[in-house]
C-alpha cells in the first residue's frame, strides 16, 4: 500500500516521504496512529501544499544536526573506572555508558545512536565512538578511558585483635548463660 508519512516515523521515513508499506502494517499500525495517509490524488494536493514547510523542517534539522555535530566532535569525554591488573576494567564501557554521560553533558542522543567499535571497552586507553546524526551524517566522538586500583583497606592488626577478643568473650557468656544453676 502506496501511504504519505504524516510525520516522522522510525526506520521507515520523515514526515512527506511516500513510502510503500505491507497492507497490514499500514491497516494496523500506521493509520489507526495517524502516522500516515493513504496516497490519493486529495492527499498528494495537500502535502504539496505544505512542501515549503516540509523543506524548512528538514533544513533546520540538517543545520541543527551540523552544529551538533562540530560540539561533539569538540568533546572529549574521560571516564574513570576501577581496574584490575593489567589495565583491565570490571565493568565496561557501552554505547549506555556514553549516553548517560553526554547526557550529564546536556546532550540528548539515544544510545541507539551511538556505535563503539567492538560494543565494549574492557581495558583503558583513548578510544573513538561514531555517533549516528540526521541522513546519515557522522560525529567522531573522543573518550578516554583512565583507571584506578580499587584500595581495599586492610584492617589494622589492633581491630582483629579487638574482633577476636570480642568474640571469645561472647562465647563465654553464652556458655556459662547455658550452664543449668544448681
Known amino acids: 500500500m502506496k501511504v504519505i508519512l504524516n510525520q516522522d516515523v522510525p526506520n521507515l521515513g520523515e514526515i512527506g516521504d511516500v513510502k510503500d508499506v505491507a497492507n497490514g502494517y499500514a491497516r494496523n499500525f500506521l493509520l489507526p496512529r495517524g502516522l500516515v495517509v493513504p496516497y490519493t490524488p486529495v492527499t498528494i494536493a ?11 523542517r528538514k533544513a533546520e534539522k ?15 569525554l574521560v571516564f ?6 593489567g ?17 550529564k553533558k546536556g546532550y540528548e542522543i539515544e544510545r541507539k545512536k551511538i556505535e563503539i567499535p567492538g560494543k565494549i571497552i574492557k581495558n583503558i586507553g583513548n578510544y573513538k565512538a561514531i555517533i549516528h546524526l540526521y541522513e546519515g551524517e557522522q560525529a567522531i566522538l573522543k573518550f578516554t578511558v583512565k583507571g584506578h586500583e580499587e584500595k581495599k583497606e586492610q584492617p589494622s592488626a589492633s581491630a582483629k585483635d579487638k574482633r577476636r577478643r570480642e568474640h571469645v568473650r561472647k562465647e563465654a557468656e553464652n556458655t556459662v548463660q547455658e550452664k543449668p544453676e544448681a
Open 46 to 56: 495537500m502535502f504539496e501544499k505544505r512542501k515549503a514547510e516540509i523543506e524548512a
Open 62 to 76: 540538517r543545520r541543527l544536526s551540523t552544529d551538533l555535530k562540530t560540539r561533539l566532535e569538540t568533546e572529549e
Open 80 to 85: 574513570d573506572v576501577v581496574v584490575g591488573s
Open 87 to 103: 589495565g583491565k576494567l570490571y565493568g565496561a564501557i557501552t554505547s549506555t555508558s556514553l549516553a548517560d554521560e553526554l547526557h
